[in-house]
Structures are given as C-alpha cells and as structure tokens.
C-alpha cells in the first residue's frame, strides 16, 4: 500500500505559540488529504479536507482560523494550530488519497500520527 | 453517509479466528463497508473493503449480508498483535470523508 509520513511525531509547546505539522505522500500524488483529531480512548474526529492547489474544506465546529491547511503540492499538506492552548493537545493524524483516472488508491492511507502537547 | 454500529469491545484466543460484526441498515446502494483498524498510538491501518460480495485478501475476509444491512470481518487466526481498534465504516464509491465510529476493541488473549 501507499506510504504517508507525519512529521513530527512527538511536539511539546508553550501556551500562545504556533504548531506546524507535515503531511507528506510518500510513493503517490494525493489528490485529497484529510486532517483527524483523536483524544484519548475516542475515535478520530474529521477536522478538514484539503484538495490541492484549493482551499481547505472545514468539518462544522473547526476553526478555520485555529487550525490553519496548506495543501500546496500533491504530496504536502500542512496543518498549523495557531496560538495554542492546552485544550489543543491532542494526537493529530493524516490521510491520503488519490481519487478518479483509475487510481487503484481509492481508499485512504494513513499517517502515523503527531502527538501534540501544548503546556 | 451511513452509519454504523459496532459492539464496543470483543475478546479472541490467540490461534482462533476473531469475527466482528457491524450493523449498517441504513446504507445506500452505491455505499462501499471499509474495514480499518488501529493499534494503539498509530495512524489507522487500512483492512478490507467491499460492496456486496465477499472479499478476501491476506489480512482479513470480509462477509456482506445479502441485504448488506450488516458485515463480519473475520480474522482467521488471531495474534496478539492483531489486538486494535477495529473500524467498520461506509463510504460512496470516489467519495472522500470518512467518518470514523467508535469501533470496537479488540483483544486477543494468549
């Protein structure tokens, strides 16, 4: 299957200061990434859907202008998490695809994940 | 899309096979069952998927009733480190979110 990093993996902050997070398709040109949210012992929580070269679609409840998505290239989405706050922390997971032409990547493949710590 | 219910936790002895079940009676005819899983503090892992027949690969099979209201994911042996959160989900074909339920646990015991 198709191969997604997250980088980095592991991320401590201070309260205030700004959080960016790389999503990267490693072996295949994304034509969709999608940004979770997932805290502990729950399920993931759709944040956004990003198309490239677009802007980002929000999920009903998510700030737009807290979690910010850079979809810039078909293999690099970006999220930053703008002034956090420790109700931010949370493990933040990709996902990619790559959608019609026949691409055998209909399903979604995803990252490892970030675990971010906001003190 | 659907919505799906799944049993919120399951057991399996390691060796035996590990079936878990997820009601979707509300899904469209052009909606796909995936199945993922997650171990623990990793991204989730992608399983199998269907439409209306049974589907079979290396990891997994899955069995789609014939009114497609419900699915099994079958794990014929079942090791320890198939203990995960197992995700039932459904999705229209080239269709792009998924939304992921609560899934159910996993735990193979030795």
């Known amino acids: 299957g198709a191969v997604v990093s997250q980088h980095p993996s592991r991320v401590i902050c201070k309260s205030g200061t700004s959080v960016k997070i790389e999503c990267r398709s490693l072996d295949f040109q994304a034509t969709t990434m999608f940004w979770y949210r997932q805290f502990p012992k729950k399920s993931l929580m759709l944040m956004a859907t990003s198309n490239e070269g677009s802007k980002a679609t929000y999920e009903q409840g998510v700030e737009k202008d807290k979690f910010l998505i850079n979809h810039a290239s078909l293999t690099l989405s970006t999220l930053t998490v703008t002034s956090a706050h420790p109700e931010d922390s949370s493990f933040y997971i990709c996902?990619?695809?790559?959608f019609g032409g026949g691409s055998p990547y209909n399903e979604q493949f995803f990252g490892p994940g970030t675990r971010l710590t906001v003190l | 899309d659907a919505k799906t219910t799944q049993p919120p936790s399951m057991d399996c002895a390691e060796g035996r096979a590990a079936n878990l079940p997820c009601n979707h009676s509300t899904i469209s005819g052009n909606e796909y069952v995936y199945w993922y899983r997650q171990i623990h503090s990793q991204g989730p892992q992608y399983i199998i998927h269907?439409?209306?027949n049974n589907e079979t690969n290396e990891m997994a099979s899955l069995i789609i009733t014939e009114d497609r209201k419900s699915s099994t994911l079958i794990l014929p042996h079942a090791t320890l480190r198939d203990t995960a959160v197992y995700y039932c989900i459904v999705r229209v074909a080239g269709g792009n979110q998924f939304y992921f339920g609560t899934g159910t646990s996993l735990t193979v015991i030795p």
């Open positions: 269907g439409l209306k």
């Open positions: 996902s990619a695809t790559s």
